[in-house]
């Protein structure tokens, strides 16, 4: 069984993640990926993610865990932001003798350390750890060369919609899928970008993020 736990927002996180762990063999037999419903969470999002948190750190206080970690967005503001979520992360964390601020590595991602000794909480705030933004800026930011010009050409046509239903929170997820709708089997999540090498795994928040994966999951 899986002592090592990434809580994710989502199904489409989970699966993505996954892949992204296996590849980049981040003891991906050891780690257990999973949304907030896959451990009995009332729903998956963000705040779903955080309303597990003082449970999961009880299991790493209580031995049942040795890692944790969580992958959440920053969103939009005013309803989010990087300062509104890593406020909403110390909020629950501080209770639990996790001392703020988190502190960042050179590489991206962020560690809460613990007052007494437990495990480091490890974070991520999609995309950077600074910005506004979801996975799918991420991506953006990953995309390989090879496929650079296709993924403009989507953006392209995402930008040139006349009345599109999204509004501009949801813009760089209407770009990640139209360029997914484009490839060779359309239909597929974001782990496809992992599953078909999509992206450039030189990138500096690719590698930042593969990073602080091993950092948190030694």
């Not at 009995?40 to 993610?49: I, L, P």
């Not at 009880?58 to 309803?79: C, E, F, M, T, Y």
């Amino acid at each position: 069984m899986a002592d090592r736990l990434l809580l994710v927002e989502g199904e489409a996180d989970r699966a993505f993640f996954e892949l992204l762990c296996r590849k980049h063999t981040v003891d991906a037999e050891a780690i257990k990926v999973s949304s907030p419903k896959g451990l009995g969470g009332d729903w998956d999002s963000k705040q779903g993610v955080l309303n597990l948190l003082e449970a999961q750190i009880s299991d790493l206080n209580d031995g049942r865990l040795q890692a944790l970690a969580i992958v959440v967005d920053a969103d939009r503001a005013p309803d989010g932001g990087f300062a509104k979520t890593i406020q909403q992360i110390t909020v629950k964390v501080t209770p639990q003798g996790y001392g703020t601020p988190p502190v960042s590595l050179v590489t991206g991602g962020l560690l809460y350390k613990h007052n007494d000794g437990l495990p480091d909480l490890g974070v991520w705030v999609m995309p950077d750890n600074k910005n506004e933004g979801m996975l799918e800026d991420w991506i953006k930011q990953s995309v390989s060369t090879a496929e650079q010009g296709f993924f403009t050409q989507a953006q392209s046509t995402v930008a040139n919609l006349v009345n599109p239903k999204f509004g501009a929170p949801r813009v760089s997820k209407a770009e990640v899928a139209t360029w997914l709708a484009w490839q060779k089997q359309p239909g597929e999540g974001l782990y496809c970008t992992v599953k078909h090498n999509l992206l450039d795994s030189d990138a500096p928040l690719h590698t930042g993020l593969v990073q602080w994966l091993k950092t948190v999951f030694p």
